[in-house]
């Protein structure tokens, strides 16, 4: 099953499920907003889910004065199961 097709039925665009799918699968404990390839998502729509997790609770969001970075923090979210779990199912997200 493609984390696409599972993304866009379960969760209402398919790059919500790949992005986080690849937070859970490729990045460290703290990554940087434009460090997602454009094969999980476009640039363009990445801050925009990012900041959904934030909001969720799964991400913390960190913004450094001297760096126009933007980087993020996995929490301990209980909510990150459901993507342990759906990393089961779904084939694998483009590093």
């Known amino acids: 099953m493609d984390?696409?097709?599972?993304?866009r039925l379960l969760f209402g665009r398919p790059s919500r499920l790949r992005l986080?799918?690849?937070i859970h699968q490729?990045?460290?404990?703290r990554f940087f907003q434009s460090e997602p390839p454009k094969t999980v998502i476009a640039q363009s729509a990445c801050g925009v889910e990012l900041?959904?997790?934030v909001d969720l609770g799964m991400l913390t969001e960190h913004r450094e004065p001297a760096?126009?970075?933007v980087y993020y923090e996995r929490t301990r979210s209980?909510?990150?199961a459901i993507i342990t779990a759906a990393s089961k199912v779904v084939d694998p997200v483009d590093k």
């Open 3 to 7: 984390a696409g097709d599972v993304g």
């Open 20 to 22: 986080a799918l690849w």
């Open 26 to 29: 490729h990045a460290g404990p």
């Open 51 to 53: 900041t959904r997790l």
């Open 67 to 69: 760096n126009r970075r």
């Open 78 to 80: 209980p909510l990150w």
